[in-house]
Nanobody, 125 residues
Framework: QVQLVESGGGLVQAGGSLRLSCAAS????????MGWFRQVPGKEREFVAA???????YYPDSVKGRFTISRDNAKKMVYLQMNSLKPEDTAVYYC???????????????????WGQGTQVTVSP
């Protein structure tokens, strides 16, 4: 069983930056793909970033060039550096891990088995 705990959310002005952290426990962290998703009320959970066990990263066009996912296997941590934030980035951000996943499925929240409790990010205009 894998437990995930996010931190680092908060209120920031548009154009600002935040760094989210996700601490993992249980399981063999280095073997897991790790993902970040976000959700606003009334909408489906949206893929934000993923990093494979080998360090390959994936982003949707909406955040590419602004967000960077990274991991520290020794510390069992995954990070999401968010720059040039926009009001539309406002959401609850979740860290997630799948038991196993293919590259094609990496953007699907339904393929992830373990989730953190989420951290709120609010970007003011």
């Amino acid at each position: 069983q894998v437990q995930l705990v996010e931190s680092g959310g908060g209120l920031v002005q548009a154009g600002g930056s935040l760094r989210l952290s996700c601490a993992a426990s249980g399981g063999i962290f280095s073997s897991y793909t790790m993902g970040w998703f976000r959700q606003v009320p009334g909408k489906e959970r949206e893929f934000v970033a993923a990093i494979s066990s080998g360090g390959v990263t994936y982003y949707p066009d909406s955040v590419k060039g602004r967000f960077t996912i990274s991991r520290d296997n020794a510390k069992k941590m995954v990070y999401l550096q968010m720059n040039s934030l926009k009001p539309e980035d406002t959401a609850v951000y979740y860290c997630a891990a799948p038991r196993a996943i293919t590259r094609a499925a990496m953007m699907s929240s339904q393929r992830y088995d373990y989730w953190g409790q989420g951290t709120q990010v609010t970007v003011s205009p």
